[in-house]
């Protein structure tokens, strides 16, 4: 069975800090990729990152940065300096590589406070 | 350039009542979901569709039901309404499977 943990449900962090999400995925699938995923206040969902299970380098997108390791099966989410606007609730998802469907599996999310 | 539009924002519902959620984009995207999502729970699916004409099950399909005869819309039809079906209800569209979903607004539903 497919599983995404955010062991995490909530943090707060004073602006400026360094913050990480983990999140930590259960597949047996050999081909599967990996989501983040942004929910700010207003209700939205953004797409963040995808990852494939093949491709084990790490991603770093201005203050975001992602850590992937299939060795703990873990794709954790780190943001530099953390600015209030950062403020939202963050899902980590899983999606199988065969059957073409693009089901996801999300995490339960992580909401992030950056307090100023 | 619209993207994923869900109407309406915001529904309340007696129990028993049925209603229809409506999805449409304008992304040419052949794959499209209904997600539901409750308080601490994620983001759990209900139906798919990777094209028009084709849908199937997801985690959550009771008391919903789905149809797609063209490529831009995805209408996710309840009926029978439950206060187990008080929920945010999010649709989606992808160019291809696990390239990215684009969301819409959602439709935050409560029943009464």
């Known amino acids: 069975a497919q599983k995404v943990t955010q062991a995490q449900t909530e943090i707060s962090v004073v602006e400026k800090e360094d913050v990480t999400l983990d999140c930590v995925y259960e597949?047996?699938?050999?081909?599967?990729?990996l989501f983040w995923y942004k929910q700010p206040p207003s209700g939205e969902l953004v797409f963040l990152i995808r990852?494939?299970?093949?491709?084990?380098q790490n991603e770093i997108s201005g203050r975001y940065s992602w850590n992937f390791q299939k060795s703990t099966s873990s794709f954790n989410f780190t943001i530099t300096a953390s600015q209030v606007v950062d403020s939202a609730v963050y899902f980590c998802?899983?999606?199988?590589?065969?059957?073409?469907?693009?089901?996801?599996?999300f995490g339960q999310g992580t909401t992030l406070q950056v307090k100023p | 350039n619209a993207g994923v539009t869900q109407t309406p924002k915001f529904r309340i519902l007696k129990i028993g009542q049925s209603m229809t959620l409506q999805c449409t984009q304008d992304?040419?995207?052949?794959?499209m979901y209904w997600y539901r999502q409750d308080p601490g729970m994620g983001l759990k699916l209900i139906y798919y569709?990777?094209?028009?004409?084709?849908?199937d099950k997801g985690e959550v399909p009771n008391g919903y039901n789905v149809s797609r005869s063209t490529t831009e819309d995805f209408p996710l039809r309840l009926e029978l309404a439950a206060p187990s079906q008080t929920s945010v209800y999010f649709c989606?569209?992808?160019?291809?499977?696990?390239?990215?979903?684009?969301f819409g607004s959602g439709t935050r539903l409560t029943v009464v």
């Open positions: 569709s990777v094209g028009a004409g084709i849908t």
């Open positions: 597949t047996r699938d050999t081909t599967y990729y």
């Open positions: 989606a569209t992808d160019r291809a499977a696990n390239y990215g979903y684009t």
């Open positions: 992304m040419n995207h052949n794959y």
């Open positions: 998802a899983l999606g199988h590589g065969s059957g073409n469907t693009g089901k996801l599996i």
């Open positions: 990852r494939n299970s093949f491709d084990e």
